[in-house]
């Protein structure tokens, strides 16, 4: 202990001598924790960005991006202007009234903090409106993923491409990276020639130079700022929307989604007009981190939701109803996340519903309660709140099945107390009020208390937001969600696991859904017999649906089922998904024999992951 604080002492000391260069936050400037949002450096009480125009070139070679970011400002109060970048190299800032008559400006680029980047401080000219900076990013960006031609489906050309939230934004662009501030946005954007570039913008005509231009005329937080970069090709599914792939998926992904358009429609009769004008979906490589990310305009998806049936397709239900929950109304810090994902995930089932029926709906509900009851089993009590708090973590910890399905079963619960009539009326409601703008879970309460309590105090009077909202565990009182399709599935899975054959159970007409279901209910351990009876009657290991894939692959793993560890390496070397790898790599690290694995197909793996998979992974099995 003395020791420690006596190389404190010494360190504190060093500081205020100059001699070790402070963090802007113990200077007094940007500190995020005399802020609402404690993830960002940004000052939006003295200046706030209010429009971002970059210009960029895409360099594959160096695997950076460099140019402009011109952003223009609205001020406050006196006092510098507080950006948040990492890992950006800044050549140049300068300043003006007007953006023509620009001229250099000092600037300070603090200490990283590990977790937030460095803040960027820009000393303002009176009157100064508009801040430009000349800047590059790293390699090693890290919401950014830059892939050789062999880690694409077409094998000739390179890819890159774009994630930025939760807090990545800042990789790639100097800017205010919270939530709780939107803007909109112009890009200009080089890249080599044969290559096309997409952008969550409107897609202007090609520039006289052959660069592509965006505009996002809506104002968005930098969250849903996206790029990406490869041999793309579009192909229409309805008359406001369409797929974009790579050529040799393009086909199979507009049959994929082919149900698109009509979710559009019935997300608008449910949650009030659709204010973006397109709805298109990008498909990644596989490398890809997540499922699917809401990006306006233009939803990035995995190609491991094409499974060749449409069986995975509320993954497009689910970003697109973001489009209302996030990108209409925005959670203004990272804290309030559950305002984002809670609220999409019950309007994705809406959606599901409305287009395949109730049974389906349930199904998802079902499926989506284990998964809530299996994490709040493992999570410490903080990570069970859905008000939660993230001060001094990375806010992508934040993203667990907590926000998603407590928050879904919270307003599940509040559908069931005041009838749908009511509840769907104050949800279009709450859309309308909230437009564009960016709400706290406080402000989410007093909507409510507002617009629907008095409605029917009785109903109000059920519901303990206390509990719903601040507590762990689920403390508030719900309807447990309940399929009578599933319940049959377990059945089955209760008579194989006391001994039935598993060539006697009748799976001709399972879903994919189904198949989860059966696989999740089986007893966690069993004898080899078991496991190579299940291979030998429905070719597990062979299954190329990623869902039921990794959902088997985690078994074999758990039951150190040989035969398919062939399977695993492909799984694993192949897909960068972070939802079926960090089960996977968890299970795999439990033994010393699974341990040494998972190292050598990491080590393998790691080139071809996202950063922001790497970031998780590494926290498991450790950097090769
Ligand atoms: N917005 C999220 C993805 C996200 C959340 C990225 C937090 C970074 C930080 C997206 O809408 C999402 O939830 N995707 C899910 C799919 C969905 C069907 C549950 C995913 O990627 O698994
Ligand atoms: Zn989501």
Known sequence: MRVWSLVLAVVVHAMLLGVVEMPAFAQGVGNPSDRLDKHSFGNPDVAVVRHVDLDLTVDFATKTLSGQALLTIERKSEGLLVLDTRDLTINKVEAGVTADKLAETTFHLNRADPILGAALEVTLPEKAKFVRISYKTSPQASAVQWLDPARTAGGKHPFMFTQSEAIHARSWIPLQDSPGIRVTYKATIHVPEGLQAVMS????????????????????????????????????????????????????????????????????????????????????????????????????????????????????????????????????????????????????????????????????????????????ASHKPIDQILHVNLEGRDPDEGMTRVPYEKGALFLKTLENAFGRAEFDEWLKGY???????????????????????????????????????????LKGKYTEPHSPKLQAIRKAADAFAGGLMASSIPTNDWTTHEWLQFLRALPENLPQGKMKDLDDAFGLTKRGNSEIAAQWLLMCVRNNYEPAFARLEEFLTTIGRRKFLMPLYKELVKTDAGKARAKAIYAKARPFYHPISVDSVDKVVGKP
């Open 431 to 473: 859309f309308a009020r909230h437009a564009f703008k960016t709400i706290t879970t406080a402000d989410f309460v007093a909507d409510l208390k507002a617009n629907l309590f008095p409605k029917n105090p009785q109903a109000a009077a059920t519901i303990d937001l206390d509990a719903w909202l601040e507590q762990a565990d």
């Open 201 to 376: 913008a409107e897609r202007e005509p090609r520039g006289k130079d052959g660069a592509f231009i965006f505009t996002m005329n809506e104002s968005i937080p930098s969250y849903l700022v996206a790029l990406a970069v490869g041999d793309l090709k579009f192909k229409e599914i309805g008359p406001r929307t369409g797929v974009w792939a790579e050529p040799s998926v393009v086909e199979k992904a507009a049959w994929e989604f082919a149900d698109t358009e009509k979710m559009v429609e019935a997300a608008e009769r449910k949650f009030g007009p659709y204010r973006w004008e397109r709805y298109d979906i990008l498909v990644l490589p596989p490398s890809f981190p997540f499922g699917g990310m809401e990006n306006p305009r233009l939803t990035f998806a995995t190609p491991t939701v094409i499974a060749g049936d449409r069986s995975l397709v509320a993954l497009i239900a689910h970003e697109l109803a973001h489009s209302w929950s996030g990108n209409l109304v925005t959670n203004a810090t990272w804290r309030d996340f559950w305002l984002n994902e809670g609220f999409t995930t019950y309007g994705e089932r809406r959606i599901i519903e409305e287009i395949y029926g109730k049974d389906v709906a349930q199904v998802e509900e079902v499926l989506g309660f284990g998964e809530l009851k299996e994490e709040l």
